[in-house]
């Protein structure tokens, strides 16, 4: 069944930008992360210094060497990740990796990535976020 953007039609952008805040954690802690240090965008974006102004050039930078840049080809297409086998995403994979911390090749990815608390609606409605053409 699917459930994304059958309430709010923007929920995947919401989401993706921190609008809507879901609870996370790093992996192996208790503490919940503050909702402006778990936002997707803070690490998973493309630079925008030339859009936002040189105010957030330093983010942006500093935003690309944490992880990869979150769009379709990146996550559907076959690639070695982290030093394992070609695999791919899926929204069943997505999930568990947003959940888990488990990529699809089993790997376990770094623990600077958070753990979220989100739910099958939102997790379906931020994969479907990430595979639009932007």
Not at 14 to 27: C, D, E, F, H, N
Not at 32 to 38: I, N, W
Not at 46 to 51: G, L, M, P, V
Not at 62 to 73: D, R, S, T, Y
Request: aromatic content about 6%; charged content about 20%; glycine content about 6%.
């Amino acid at each position: 069944m699917s459930y994304a953007n059958q309430r709010d039609p923007d929920l995947g952008r919401k989401l993706y930008m921190g609008a809507i805040s879901v609870p996370a954690q790093l992996r192996g802690q208790d503490i919940v992360l503050p909702p402006m240090a778990s936002r997707c965008v803070n690490c998973h974006s493309r630079a925008s210094s030339q859009a936002s102004g040189k105010a957030y050039a330093a983010v942006d930078k500093l935003a690309q060497n944490f992880g990869p840049v979150l769009e379709a080809g990146m996550l559907r297409n076959r690639q070695s990740r982290r030093g394992g086998p070609a695999s791919s995403y899926e929204l069943a994979s997505f999930c568990r990796v947003l959940k888990t911390g488990i990529d699809p090749a089993h790997i376990l990815i770094s623990r600077n990535m958070p753990v979220f608390q989100m739910n099958d609606e939102q997790c379906e409605a931020l994969w479907q976020f990430l595979n639009q053409t932007r």
